[in-house]
Every structure is written in C-alpha cells, then in structure tokens.
C-alpha cells in the first residue's frame, strides 16, 4: 500500500517569441534557426502500488 514507484523525466521547455512549448531533447532539430529560449526543466511522478498516483511535480 505504501510502496511508490518514483519517475524522474528531463524534458526542455522552449520559448518561441511568445510561444511556449514543451519538446524532447530528440526533436530540437525542428526547431533549430528559430529565436529559441530553452529551459530544462524535471517532472516527478509517484504511482504507488495499488495504482494511486500524486500530481506531477515540476522542477
């Protein structure tokens, strides 16, 4: 019951002019001579055993 997977994932948050978006670190190519601010951001997610999760927590 209190047995909780924890998964840390790394995505990039870019900012195209006034435009943000989230993207993978495999699809910065599409975006590449465009005016990019990118920030790498993490999300948390905890899903315990019997399938209860908490919000993701962003980082």
Known sequence: ENVYNIDKIGVMLSIL???KVFI????IQ???GA???QIIVTTIKY???NSRYF???II
């Open 17 to 19: 002019n006034s435009i």
């Open 24 to 27: 993978s670190k495999a699809n």
């Open 30 to 32: 599409q975006y590449r």
């Open 35 to 37: 005016y990019i601010k």
């Open 47 to 49: 899903i315990s055993a």
């Open 55 to 57: 919000n993701p927590i």
